[in-house]
């Protein structure tokens, strides 16, 4: 390969070593969904019985995907190209290949933004368990719990108020009010770009290789803390006994792809670009299994064996089935204050999210940052200073509209459904533009072993349909919710009729109805529909003269607490709605910004690589 | 360990959901995740040993730190 600069990329930089390269992108996947989603996750979809659809999944989507970006990766990189869109308009010169680039900048760049925010909360519990600060909010809490079951209310009632007030879940606007939190968002926003300022040798790959094994080392300290409890052997088994009555549930078997697909940060662009700084024999089939096999080992071993058998030890079954963020951020500090030497491990286990969250998000911004280097000639420091700029941007929104997780989650939403598309365009340009056998082969140069002979079919016909398959139904299951959360009308609606559902429920409190009962009471009242309209002057005098706590110690009619709930409500509607907005105007923003690259500098690069007769022989 | 904490233990262990009694990892739940751990470990192993046995590399592998690449600015 020539060692020439070529205009347009004066930079060549490569990955150090081979064990590097496998923990930086090991690092990109191993977050919080390896420790949290994936327990959660399986104690949820069948225990041990979801292992049989994960493990499948990890064959035939996982791993042939990684496979695919991995060797993409590598050849846009013998392109000159280290950004996205280069390394897709380099192997398919059409506009769908830059709309394919635009996608996987959009998807980590966004990410990032609320990203960030959950990393500082990893970062601020840390420095809650090793300052003892939570174990003064225990003490306070237990102090008039007699029995156990009251000390396990009092704890998780108490992580639960700190997580939403902490964390700014109960009002718009409170992280930005001041206070701690903000200076731990831009503490950990400043270690990501003094570490990605560095480069990708000396920052990503030097952080990394330290990173990794000392959270591995923290999560194996804390796996054996949890493995010698007493009784463990009940956790373990509420984590795998096997129901295998649920594998003949379709929704089993979506979950466990769904948590392959999103945990190994396959197919929108991190490997992508991590991939580009490979030389052009090195081995991709290795370096790409090892890197999988470290985040199964993180996510299979550490975390399945690590948060629920604790939590179901220490606080019931009830405490070991939650969502990520519940079993993460209340769960984890409540099993903490009961475990011998809580302090320590509380401090470990969240520094250790810190350091897998950090990895992850370096990921995230490389692929911007090398755009902005190839596709505009911008230095490094201009290039962070930009990104830093726009990420900052998003990460003040998101922590702005924080009630509820209003934009992290809205957010999140669309990012997963982006990252979807962006992967299935990406194994089917691998498997019908490139061609499967042709893009096999060149997986396979300078590999240590060649992939199976069935790695063509796989990939042309199995793998996209898988990921159709996920696409669809994932569409199908989550975005009617979004979507009407994103109507203004219909919440404000939906809210009035909860006020005045309370109130029905507050008059009926004394005669002890069943839920079914108090259901039909409150219909007959408010109408059947969850959206219904409130007609006030057909609700009897008991109802509309009602009042209800407004908080601040006043009362409200309900009639008037209703209308400020729907006007909170379309307000919440809207910002969804701004969300979106602001995702499809970014991504056409980054689409524009990427064709005019092609066109210029990325165009003039790749050309220049071709007539030095060092290209892709396919691509001409 | 201390006396409180057994106690809080075994209170956990027969409290989590009362009248049940707690099952613990049944046959079929230890070879799951036997399996499931031996095969991630088999495969983490494997690839790590491929790795290290690799013979260092002819060229220099390492980052050209006298070249120094233009994107950082010193």
């Known amino acids: ?620 | 360990m201390s006396v409180l904490t057994r106690q809080l233990l075994a209170l956990a262990a027969d409290a989590v959901e009362p009248g049940k009694p707690v099952a613990g990892l049944t046959p079929a739940g230890a070879t799951i995740m036997t399996l499931s751990i031996a095969l991630v470990l088999a495969m983490t192993i494997f690839c790590f040993w491929r790795i290290m046995r690799e013979p260092a590399p002819e060229t220099h592998h390492h980052a050209p730190l006298e070249i120094e690449t233009d994107d950082v600015e010193q």
């Open chain 1, 1 to 620: 390969m020539s060692t020439q600069p070529v205009e347009g990329c004066q930079r060549k930089e490569n990955w150090g070593s081979r064990i590097g390269v496998v923990l930086a992108v090991a690092g990109s996947a191993v977050g919080l969904g390896n420790f949290l989603r994936f327990p959660g996750q399986a104690v949820n979809n069948g225990g041990g019985a979801f292992m049989i659809p994960y493990i499948l999944s990890f064959l035939l989507v996982g791993i042939p995907i990684a496979w695919c970006e991995w060797t993409i990766g590598r050849l846009g990189g013998r392109y000159g190209q280290n950004n996205a869109p280069g390394i897709m308009f380099a192997i398919w010169r059409r506009s769908p290949a830059k709309l394919l680039g635009a996608l996987a900048l959009l998807v980590p760049v966004v990410i990032y933004m609320y990203y960030i925010l959950l990393e500082a909360w990893c970062l601020d519990y840390a420095i809650h368990f090793a300052t003892g600060r939570f174990d003064h909010l225990f003490a306070e809490t237990t102090r008039n719990a007699s029995g156990h079951a009251d000390q396990i209310k009092a704890v998780v009632g108490a992580t639960r108020d700190f997580f939403h007030t902490n964390c700014g879940l109960k009002a718009h606007g409170s992280l930005l009010a001041g206070g701690r939190m903000i200076w731990v968002v831009l503490f950990s926003f400043l270690v990501n770009f003094v570490i990605i300022y560095r480069g990708v040798t000396k920052g990503i790959e030097s952080f990394c290789k330290w990173a990794m094994p000392l959270l591995i080392l923290c999560a194996i300290v804390i796996l054996v803390r949890v493995l010698t409890l007493p009784h463990i052997s009940a956790g373990l088994g509420f984590m795998w006994n096997p129901d295998w009555a649920r594998l003949r549930d379709a929704k089993v078997w979506l979950a466990a792809a769904g948590q392959i697909f999103f945990s190994l940060s396959v197919g929108f662009g991190l490997i992508l670009v991590y991939a580009s700084y490979l030389r052009e024999n090195d081995d991709v089939v290795l370096t790409s299994l090892s890197a999988s096999s470290t985040n199964e080992f993180c996510e299979v071993i550490l975390g399945g064996m690590i948060v629920v058998p604790a939590a179901f030890l220490f606080l019931g079954a009830a405490g070991a089935k939650g969502g990520t963020f519940d079993l993460g951020f209340i769960t984890v500090p409540a099993i903490m204050h009961f475990m011998p030497l809580g302090r320590l491990f509380g401090a470990m286990w969240f520094g250790l999210l810190f350091l897998a969250a950090v990895t992850s998000s370096l990921s995230m911004l490389q692929p911007a940052i090398a755009f902005l280097e190839d596709g505009f000639g911008l230095r490094r420091r201009a290039s962070v200073a930009v990104l830093g700029l726009v990420t900052a941007i998003g990460a003040a929104f998101t922590m702005y509209f924080s009630k509820g997780a209003l934009a992290l989650d809205h957010t999140d939403f669309w990012c997963n459904l982006f990252m979807i598309v962006a992967a299935t365009g990406m194994v089917l340009m691998f498997g019908w533009v490139i061609g499967a056998e042709r893009g096999v082969e060149e997986m396979n140069r300078g590999a240590d072993f060649r992939v199976p002979r069935f790695m063509p079919v796989l990939l042309r016909y199995v793998t996209p349909a898988f990921l159709v398959a996920i696409l669809v139904a994932w569409t199908w299951q989550t975005a009617p919710s979004h979507l009407e959360r994103m109507n203004p009308d219909k919440q404000a609606r939906i809210a009035a009729r909860a006020v005045y559902a309370g109130v029905v429920k507050k008059h009926y409190a004394g005669r002890k109805l069943a839920k079914k009962e108090m259901e039909q009471k409150t219909a007959a009242l408010l109408g059947a529909e969850k959206d219904a309209a409130i007609d006030a002057a057909k609700l009897p005098a008991w109802l509309a003269d009602a009042t209800v706590a407004g908080g601040h110690g006043k009362e409200l009619s309900v009639a008037e607490a209703a209308a400020r709930r729907a006007a909170e409500a379309r307000s919440d509607a809207n910002i969804a709605r701004y969300v979106f907005l602001g995702i499809v105007a970014f991504l056409i923003l980054l689409y524009v910004l990427a064709d005019i690259a092609c066109r210029t500098r990325i165009g003039r690069s790749i050309r220049r690589v071709e007539d030095e007769g060092i290209a892709w022989e396919a691509a001409k």
